[in-house]
């Protein structure tokens, strides 16, 4: 065996960064990001608009060099991946503006002979489902049937590892319960690796194994879903007692009659924090939609 | 089958084991009926299929359900059809809880609660 010449494995995780960062002009976007998904997982990224999730699903997937920080696709540096780590991929951008010239159908048939295992049956079923006309012009459908024909490419290809930015945008209810169908099911039966950013959170909560939070930079609340519902809760705390407040919090808010608003998260031992047992103080469970406006509000 | 809401606090791989629970005490479902596959459970709520295994999987453990060689899950042979009331009781304990102390917060008396909960269940 030769050490150097190492194939790609599949002990090598689909996607993985370390010390990214990443800015524009003087805003730092990314400030030490680390980050591996695992085979078959599904990680939701989620975060407020301008957070930087687009910066970092281009920088995962090597289409953006970052300031500092390696990101690695299938173990090969993301930034000069081979054709085979490549056939493996689908990446799905907010506004794809590829290959504008050829109608729908045309632009299916064309990228359907790079993919081995590309699968032009669903790709036709889609089209129609999705209610896309196979003889339009890509440059002159709208941005959200634009996104929808990219997307029906990126699942058609029946890649091991998809990379969705913003999915959710263009799709109307229905076609969005289409997708995340899709997802879940290859991802749990497939194995397929599933990265999407989002903002609508109950998509997030449906499919995904893992979430990831980005916010000011850095990502938060890096744990698997179910984890996160169960680890976390506000608890509530009456004005005369705010002093009894834990530090190392994820997010306070003092309201305007003195009381105090606080993120805690379970100890080892599965116990809050202390204040919590405390007469007149109150915890709350809190769906994943309440944790993010309470850390990121 | 399942009612899932995925913003529910309650994570939901609890949330079907907890309906399982609700339906094998109260015997909509008995020894022997068969659940579900993993995927169509998956397939048709839009969600992960390794939340619903998981769900199985603990139901399993508790003895709620058994898998049955070839065919999937079943509600185990050793669930009795009905438990006894104080086993039923027992689930219903959580929303009692919370109904007390939010009569308690809104400093309502016991008397009219009980009414009204007994005009409730007469319904």
């Given at each position: 065996m030769n050490a150097v010449l190492r194939s790609i494995s599949d002990d090598d995780a689909p996607l993985a960064v370390q010390g990214l960062t990443h800015g524009y002009g003087d805003g730092a976007v990314l400030n030490g990001i680390d980050l591996s998904l695992s085979p078959g997982s599904v990680l939701g990224l989620i975060g407020r608009n301008g957070a930087g999730k687009s910066t970092l699903i281009r920088a995962m997937v090597g289409l953006l060099k970052p300031h500092t920080g390696t990101a690695w696709v299938f173990g090969e540096p993301a930034l000069a991946l081979s054709d085979r780590a490549k056939a493996r991929i689908a990446y799905v951008p907010q506004q794809p503006e590829a290959l504008a010239w050829l109608t729908s159908q045309q632009m299916l048939d064309y990228v359907g002979r790079?993919?081995?295992?590309?699968?032009a049956r669903f790709a036709k079923d889609m089209l129609h489902a999705w209610d896309i006309?196979?003889?339009?012009?890509l440059g002159k459908l709208s941005p959200g049937e634009r996104q929808r024909v990219d997307l029906i490419r990126a699942l058609a290809s029946q890649p091991q590892l998809l990379v969705l930015d913003e999915p959710a945008a263009a799709l109307d209810p229905v076609a969005r319960r289409d997708l995340l169908r899709e997802i879940a099911l290859r991802a749990g039966e497939a194995g397929t690796t599933v990265l999407f950013s989002t903002h609508i959170v109950s998509d997030l909560e449906r499919v995904a194994s893992d979430i990831a939070f980005l916010h000011n930079g850095k990502l938060l609340l890096q744990c698997p879903v179910d984890d996160t519902k169960e680890r976390f809760a506000r608890l509530w705390l009456p004005a005369h007692m705010s002093a009894a407040a834990p530090s190392n919090t994820l997010g306070q808010r003092r309201h305007a009659d003195g009381s105090l608003s606080l993120v805690v998260e379970r100890q080892a031992d599965g116990r809050w924090p202390e204040a919590a047992y405390l007469p007149g103080a109150r915890v709350d469970a809190l769906g994943l939609e309440d944790l993010f406006v309470e850390i990121a509000g | 089958m399942f009612a899932i809401q995925p913003t529910s606090a309650e994570p939901i791989y609890r949330q079907i084991v907890e309906q399982l629970r609700r339906m094998i005490a109260g015997g909509q479902l008995s020894a022997g009926d068969l659940l579900p596959s993993v995927r169509d459970v998956a397939g048709f709520h839009a969600i992960n299929p390794m939340t619903v295994s998981r769900a199985y999987g603990m139901a399993e453990t508790e003895g709620l359900l058994e898998r049955l060689r070839g065919k999937g899950m079943a509600v185990a042979a050793t669930t009795r059809g009905n438990a006894t009331q104080a086993q039923r009781m027992t689930l219903l304990e959580p929303q009692l809880q919370a109904l007390a102390r939010h009569a308690q917060e809104l400093e309502l008396p016991s008397d009219p609660v009980l009414r009204r909960l007994g005009r409730l269940l007469e319904d």
């Open positions: 790079f993919y081995p295992a590309w699968d006309q196979p003889n339009r012009v | -």
